[in-house]
């Protein structure tokens, strides 16, 4: 970036989704040192890791690519919603998910809320685990944007490639995933487009346009929905079982409750 503009200023924040505290410490840091907040990628993330419980005590995946990324965006709502607020502004959330959400990876519920405290050890684990965490990425962002008509939210899937999130994968995982992405892989340069067209395409209904609460394959391509991603009970109750688990860790952390978390049900 700074080839290209010499002028730009970039700040590195670092920040451990699967910790709580950690993207609590990155949001102070954030909000110390920016006024405004435009455009807000989640994009980091996890993919088919072992089992294992996050510090906070959550399945490790659902903790990092869901449930860290929803403190984070709260916690910084309030500087998007100024944002907002601006003359001339256009605040968006993009917010990465996959595929692998419609495929029968997901679990039978969609997502296990009984289990997200457990290692939710299973036949192909790792990958259901990874899948049901891309469900809520593409559900929470439906979600806030009904929540927070203000700033508009999408989830994009960015593509198949190899970016090191398959970096400690085992020979059989690497093979079925060489195997089963002929033909599909896109290169990291192209991975970026449909998250960088989310951000800049007009705002509408319209092809070629971003409508907020949709989910985008590459690039800016509605797909059929699935049943799950239609399932606004589902969501709903992501939702509630996420403002639950935000306020709770809030108060144990000596925080004070910012707001009381409304309920997402639809009407």
């Not at 920040?15 to 455009?39: E, F, G, P, T, Y």
């Not at 807000?40 to 690519?65: H, I, R, W």
Request: glycine share 6%.
């Amino acid at each position: 970036m700074k080839l290209l503009n010499p002028q730009v200023q970039i700040r590195f924040i670092p920040c451990d989704l699967s910790d709580l505290s950690s993207v609590r410490q990155a949001s102070n840091r954030i909000a110390a040192k920016v006024s405004r907040i435009d455009l807000f990628f989640c994009n980091a993330g996890v993919m088919a890791s072992p089992a294992g419980l996050s510090k906070d005590g959550y399945e490790q995946q659902f903790a990092t690519n869901h449930l860290g990324h929803a403190l984070l965006i709260d916690l910084l709502m309030p500087v998007l919603q100024d944002t907002a607020a601006l003359h001339g502004s256009d605040v968006r959330i993009i917010i990465t998910t996959s595929q692998a959400a419609a495929t029968p990876l997901v679990p039978k519920r969609g997502i296990d809320f009984s289990s997200l405290k457990t290692e939710q050890r299973m036949l192909a684990g790792r990958w259901r685990r990874y899948a049901q965490s891309k469900l809520a990425n593409m559900l929470y962002a439906k979600a806030l944007n009904r929540q927070y008509p203000c700033v508009t939210t999408v989830s994009v899937h960015p593509g198949i490639g190899y970016t090191g999130l398959q970096d400690k994968f085992n020979v059989l995982d690497r093979f079925v995933m060489w195997a089963t992405t002929i033909g599909k892989r896109s290169s990291v340069k192209q991975l970026a487009w449909n998250g960088l067209w989310a951000a800049t395409a007009p705002r509408g209904p319209a092809k070629g346009q971003v409508q907020g609460g949709e989910y985008y394959e590459p690039v800016g391509v509605r797909p059929k929905p699935t049943s799950y991603y239609n399932n606004t009970a589902l969501e709903d109750e992501l939702w509630d079982w996420t403002q639950e688990q935000l306020e709770a860790w809030e108060l144990r952390a000596g925080l004070k409750v910012r707001h009381s978390f409304s309920s997402s049900q639809h009407s």
